[in-house]
């Protein structure tokens, strides 16, 4: 208001004489809608840059949760990032949304987060597994899921972490799903979590040869995995690392 009485002032004396100049708390239309303008651009742009922070920081919390789990288990920490990768460009081979292929990233990364509640003797075991250590194992993913339900932004990786030990033929846990009853984040997970598996060293056995490994995939097609995303695997497989 202050400011706006001294340009009334120095118009007046512009003019010369006694010469009244009117001012007015209302503003002209225009500057009004110039202002509202910018005040929208202002906070898309606030908006912009909170969505850029709380991607970063959901990525960093992702991955801090990965190395937690690479405290617990060296296996799992080192295969993360190439199960991810791999179910990722099913995810896209799909056609599926942007935020689902989002999900199906994190949820690849996230996969064995519940193995932090195993003790590390069952987790490192070389020998064969009591029956009694084999149930603990398969805790794991009701784990992760209670660990992640309260954090919003990952609520969409849960149902693949949840059921990616599920079997196609409905031999697998939790709950013995079925096909199609698995949902499809969870058999995209599967398929590259456990070809990430087979070529990796683990406790009890060596790593297998890509290619030994790649027949094994080919052979549990229709049992272990789904058979159409064992297709579009062995595609993805074939064109990025020349694999036959």
Known sequence: VVSALGTCLIQAKRKGGNTVSFYSLRQPQGVVEKKKKASIYELRGKIEKMNVLLTRDLLEMIYGFARAIEAKDFYTGRHVESTARIAEEIAKSLNLPKKEVENIKN?????????????GRILSKKCKLTVKERAAIQTHPSIAAEILRE??????A???????HERFDGKGYPLGLKGGEIPLSARIVAIADVYQALISDRPYRRAYSKKKALEI???ESGKHFDPQIVKIFLEIIARVNGEK
Do not use: Q, T
């Not at 949820?107 to 003790?119: F, N, P, Q, R, W």
């Not at 954090?151 to 969409?156: C, K, Q, S, V």
């Open 107 to 119: 949820s690849a990364v996230l996969h064995d987060l519940g193995k932090v509640g195993i003790e």
């Open 151 to 156: 954090i919003h932004a990952l609520r969409g």
């Open 158 to 164: 849960i149902p693949a972490i949840l059921y990616h």
């Open 217 to 219: 995939m080919k052979k």
